[in-house]
Each structure stands twice: as structure tokens, then as C-alpha cells.
């Protein structure tokens, strides 16, 4: 039976009383990458925290590989926005990478010679080996970025989270970091990517997740990346994205190579 990587029923999320998200149902295949896209305070990041069980839902449920959270948090790969990281603390982006390996290890675990070379895998995949002993406050934005997906690579699961993978990095890290994420699509694993440039979601997502409070379209990029939808979802005339969702429509763009 083909069980959903992602699955959830009837989710709300509120903050002090105000929805952020309001009855969400989706299923997200396995072995899929997926764009989650919407505009500011449409409660992208939120939806990753409610699956992560960050914050607790007001109602509803969420299922990953068909089981409860937390009967599979070792399998779940998360790499939250950058802001939210106290980049201050002495820890080196090979500290931060072994962090990955953890989940397998139990209470009393200690990481030996096969997790940290795991680590230094993730680092490898990453390019970030050079930088291995370099404290991670000292690190640029996008090196940052590259060290927590280091981490949650090193943690060999099979959904990753990821919030705002690309915010605040070089083009050439992007580029980097949809490659790795193309790569781990192509091994099965299943990928959820809050993202906000939408010109870009049709060369990198396979699916995509419109969400404006509740969910306005889940689909295939060439079912959901549609001008109607995106006024929709995004509210206005959206001239310039309108005429990329069109070229789209056409087929002359869409999904990872």
C-alpha cells in the first residue's frame, strides 16, 4: 500500500486566538519534492511547525510515513529558518552536522567512528569540509544555511522539512542546494520546501502547496501553477507571474531536470 510521506486532516493553527491555519487537508506522495509557497503570513513556516509538533495544533491530525510523529521522529529531517538558530553558540559546523546523527543513538548513545564519518559525508555533499572547524557564528548566510542542511543529510531521513532553504543565500549556494535536494528526490526520499520565489518554483518543484490560511491548491506544478490560482492565492492581478504560470501551462518550463 502506497501510504502518504505527509498526511494531514482538518489541521488549524491559531496564535493568541487569531488563525493562521484553518482546517488543511493534504497528502503528500512519497518520493516527491515539494514547493510551499503563499504570500507573508499565510502560515507556510507555521504548517512545517505544526507537523514537527513545535506548536500544537487546535485541532486536527498529522500523520508522517502513515504513523504519529512521535513514532517516527528519527526519519524526519527539519532545518528551521535561519533566524530562528542562536548563531552564537561555540559550537563548529562539524558539532552541528554530527548533530544529525543523534536521533539513532538513543539516551545514552555516544556518536563513534561510523557517525562522524557520516557527518563528514554530509559535509562532503555540502561543501563545507574546509570549513568543518569553523565556528558557525562566523560563518556567512549561506554557509550557515549549508551547515543545517549538512546536519539534517547526516541524519539519513526519509521526509525532510525545510524552511526557507534559500533565504538570505548566494546564487551559487542555491543552485547547490536545489541540486542536493533533487538528488535526495531521486533516492526516494520525500522533500517539503517553504519557498517565496515563485518564478523559480516551476524549474525546482515537482509539486507544489498553495496556502493562504487554508489551502488553495495541491498538485502537480503543471495542475497548480495556473494564473487563476495564483490570484487566487497571492490576491490581485499578477501580470508578470500570471504570464510565467501561462509559458508553464504550455509546457515550456517545470520541474527538476
Do not use: C
Request: glycine share 12%; charged share 25%; net charge neutral.
Amino acid at each position: 500500500m502506497n501510504v502518504p510521506a505527509l498526511e494531514t486532516h482538518e489541521l488549524s493553527v491559531s496564535y493568541r486566538g487569531k488563525p493562521v491555519l484553518h482546517g488543511v487537508d493534504i497528502e503528500v506522495p512519497p518520493g516527491t519534492l515539494t514547493g510551499i509557497m503563499g504570500p507573508n503570513g499565510a502560515g507556510k513556516s507555521t504548517l512545517l511547525k505544526a507537523v514537527m509538533g513545535v506548536i500544537q495544533p487546535d485541532s486536527g491530525w498529522v500523520k508522517l510515513l502513515g504513523k504519529p510523529l512521535g513514532e517516527v521522529l528519527g526519519r524526519i529531517g527539519y532545518v528551521p529558518q535561519r533566524e530562528s538558530v542562536d548563531w552564537d553558540f561555540p559550537v563548529t559546523v562539524f558539532d552541528v552536522a554530527l548533530m544529525g546523527t543523534y536521533a539513532g543513538l538513543g539516551w545514552f548513545g555516544r556518536p563513534g567512528k561510523a557517525e562522524r564519518a557520516r557527518a563528514m559525508e554530509a559535509l562532503e555533499q555540502t561543501g563545507m569540509v574546509d570549513l568543518a572547524t569553523r565556528k558557525i557564528g562566523e560563518l556567512s548566510g549561506g554557509q550557515q544555511q549549508r551547515t543545517f542542511i549538512a546536519r539534517a543529510l547526516a541524519q539519513k531521513a526519509e521526509i525532510y522539512l525545510m524552511d526557507e532553504p534559500f533565504a538570505g543565500v548566494d546564487a551559487a549556494t542555491e543552485r547547490a542546494i536545489i541540486g542536493l535536494l533533487g538528488k535526495l528526490r531521486d533516492e526516494g526520499r520525500t522533500v517539503l520546501v517553504v519557498h517565496h520565489d515563485l518564478q523559480s518554483a516551476p524549474r525546482y518543484f515537482e509539486r507544489l502547496l498553495l496556502l493562504n490560511l487554508r489551502v488553495v491548491a495541491h498538485g502537480t506544478v503543471e495542475e497548480v501553477f495556473q494564473p487563476e490560482i495564483l490570484e487566487k492565492t497571492y490576491g490581485g492581478k499578477l501580470t508578470l507571474l500570471s504570464d510565467v504560470a501561462r509559458r508553464v501551462a504550455r509546457g515550456s518550463g517545470g520541474g527538476l531536470p
